[in-house]
């Protein structure tokens, strides 16, 4: 089992940047052999996969939505994984969770667990 910690969420302008973090304690297989991702859910609508990245780091996969404007990194050493967020847009608001990726390439019903989450809020 994994246990995740999420922070660095807030408010911030449209055009502005957020760098999220998810903090992981695992019990059992290593942090570094899990696949990770980062969903986000708003009220009122289906989770939406936002990004996802291999055990290694070797491989990154993005929503459409966000693809060039946010990426996902990881620090093994640290059981960390990391959310950047630039250029962000009002309808990038949402709680940001980030979770275990049980299936490759990842979809918004590919987690395995997750945290509580983190709210984003982007103003106009």
């Known amino acids: 089992q994994v246990q995740l910690v999420e922070s660095g969420g807030g408010l911030v302008q449209a055009g502005g940047s957020l760098r999220l973090s998810c903090a992981a304690r695992?019990?059992?297989?290593?942090?570094?052999?899990?696949?990770m991702g980062w969903f986000r859910q708003t009220p009122g609508k289906d989770r939406e996969f936002v990004a996802g990245?291999?055990?290694?780091?070797?491989?990154?996969t993005y929503a459409d939505s966000v693809k060039g404007r946010f990426t996902i990194s990881r620090d093994n050493a640290k059981n960390t994984v990391y959310l950047q967020m630039n250029s962000l847009k009002p309808e990038d608001t949402a709680v940001y969770c980030c979770?275990?990726?049980?299936?490759?390439?990842?979809?918004?019903?590919?987690?395995?667990?997750w945290g509580q989450g983190t709210q984003v809020t982007v103003s106009s």
């Open positions: 979770g275990r990726v049980v299936r490759w390439p990842a979809t918004s019903r590919d987690f395995g667990s």
């Open positions: 695992a019990s059992g297989r290593a942090f570094s052999g899990f696949n």
């Open positions: 990245i291999t055990w290694s780091g070797g491989s990154t």
